[in-house]
């Protein structure tokens, strides 16, 4: 059973998870090249997975057999168990609980496409909407607190597949950066009454700078603070404080944004490691008129140095204009 | 001049750096190997790099010229610069001022070392003592808030030259995770009235099943909730808010338990790519009853993907208490 500990100073909760490695030289530094071998998410090798939890499918096909145009399976090696109590529990002044939760893996696509942008708009819809269906299934276990669903693709992004897919792991707390948002977030509501998100919305429609996809409820930016070069963030224009809220109409033209985003960013940038990650609220409100939903798109370009493991202090070599231009200009 | 820009969801400042890439194409992915050839660091280079801040020398050798034991230099592509007014000014929600600060390279040999361990613990001390002198010179400058002393070895944790070297950065805001710790470490402090990494020194000591290194009045140990594998924390036994306040003595104990814990992880894991960083209290602070310097050691062993990147929430696949067990049985 991985546990839960909290790191008493920071507030910061960490998985120990005790299955995936034992010796010191698991640790020896190599990057793993993704294999090109035997691929476990090809469909015809749906028995090279644990058991399907749901599968987008043409009628009449079993579960577990080909058929299926998403798949969302439990990850093989989870970092959380969903089965078990909590158990709380003290070890002097330090915090700890079971690691209960869940780690599931979104299977994109049962050909082997190597990115989300190999599919055509319709066919990402309904990774999004598979997306949406497993948060509104786990956030009803009353043991878990937040779903965070992401993307990894290269290996130096920690893939550890090339086969196009998601995860999402659910929580029993809510993530720091999640934590450390919303308290932003509300305190900016507190003072000024409004959505921090919407204003930001709004500046950046306005200032035009910045932007990189722009439609009718959906805009792509690079934030003005960026860590990374070319980071980007999609946010809906409308206030939407769950991404699981979302109606078909509204995740159908999400799929349009998401895919043309990160067509600019494959081809500007040739095809770059990446990860995306969306920030939700926690499960535990049932709206908010503070937090807005987001996804925040982080291109893995350059090493992230002492300074900056050492402060929460980025140093970005590309101001967020520069690569909002680029972007545009990507055909 | 760099800026300084506010990300005004999470309260998170970064350097927008503009001096050091412009094209796309500067940051397709691959990781620059250190280079074999010549070193600017190394004795007789001198006047390969920016003119000395300070330099501890042989008498009667002159600054720029061989003869010295330990130098700084400023960064020659500095993320901040030293002169210039803060102008803090607003963009609409947006908060921004000017890159004020300094960035320094603490040489710490003139010989061509790769590690810090390749000396004596005379010269440790040597390295630790300018540390010191460095803090006390910057913080006089009322511009500065916070003074994070760092270092990066090997390419894959950010470095760009091998000969052993350290980095000062100081900045006009207190970064992040410090802000973040001295949070934790107050509230605890308001709560339970005593100083909350006095309790972590003693309860580690007492249990004793994470202590690596342990002498009358330095303690390094792997953290309760260890992010990383292999992370490791150096601090005082004794209550000490600010690293530039240590005395000699002190000073020459840490020299030997710094190189101790180094090799112990250099042995164990192959010498491998590592950062450290020191956390202390900021400037504005003249004593603090409740944060408590500290060393944190990360070797890089593993690929930090999305899940981590996106909800500061960390999985670490070593258990500390294991990951102890092996550094103490090394040697």
């Not at 066919?123 to 509104?136: M, N, P, T």
């Not at 308290?183 to 409004?194: H, I, L, T």
């Not at 995740?251 to 081809?267: D, M, R």
């Not at 370009?301 to 980025?314: D, H, Q």
Request: proline content about 8%; charged content about 25%; hydrophobic content about 35%.
């Amino acid at each position: 059973m991985p546990e839960l500990r909290k790191e008493p100073v920071s507030g910061r909760w960490v998985i120990i998870s005790t299955e995936r490695a034992s010796r010191p030289t698991d640790f020896k530094f190599t990057p793993h090249p993704l294999s090109g071998g035997f691929c476990p998410f090809c469909e015809n090798n749906e028995e090279k997975t644990p058991p399907e939890i749901i599968a987008y499918r043409e009628p009449g096909t079993k579960a577990n057999t080909p058929g299926w145009r998403v798949r969302v399976v439990p990850n093989k090696y989870p970092a959380l168990q969903i089965e078990g109590e909590q158990n709380k529990r003290g070890e002097g002044i330090y915090d700890m609980m079971n690691g209960i939760g869940a780690h599931e893996v979104i299977i994109e696509n049962p050909r082997h496409i190597l990115s989300l942008t190999a599919l055509d708009s319709g066919c990402i819809k309904e990774v999004l909407l598979c997306y949406r269906d497993r948060l509104i299934d786990l956030k009803k276990d009353r043991r878990f607190a937040y779903g965070l669903l992401f993307k990894n693709v290269g290996a130096s992004a920690g893939a550890s597949l090339e086969h196009s897919h998601s995860q999402l792991i659910v929580t029993p707390i809510v993530p720091k950066q999640v934590e450390n948002e919303m308290e932003g977030a509300e305190a900016f509501y507190k003072y000024r009454g409004r959505c921090l998100f919407c204003d930001i919305v709004k500046q950046e429609i306005a200032t035009n700078s910045r932007i990189v996809v722009l439609t009718d409820n959906f805009v792509a930016f690079e934030p003005f603070a960026s860590r990374f070069p070319f980071e980007t963030w999609i946010l809906p224009r409308f206030h939407s404080s769950h991404f699981e809220n979302l109606q078909e109409p509204d995740i159908k033209e999400l799929a349009g944004v998401l895919k043309n985003t990160l067509l600019k960013l494959e081809i500007s940038l040739d095809s770059p490691p990446y990860n995306y990650v969306i920030h939700s609220t926690p499960f535990y409100l049932y709206e908010s008129e503070y937090f807005h939903w987001h996804l925040e798109i982080i291109p893995r370009l350059i090493n992230i140095a002492g300074f900056e493991w050492g402060s929460g202090f980025y140093i970005n070599p590309m101001p967020p204009e520069k690569a909002a231009n680029f972007l545009r200009d990507t055909w």
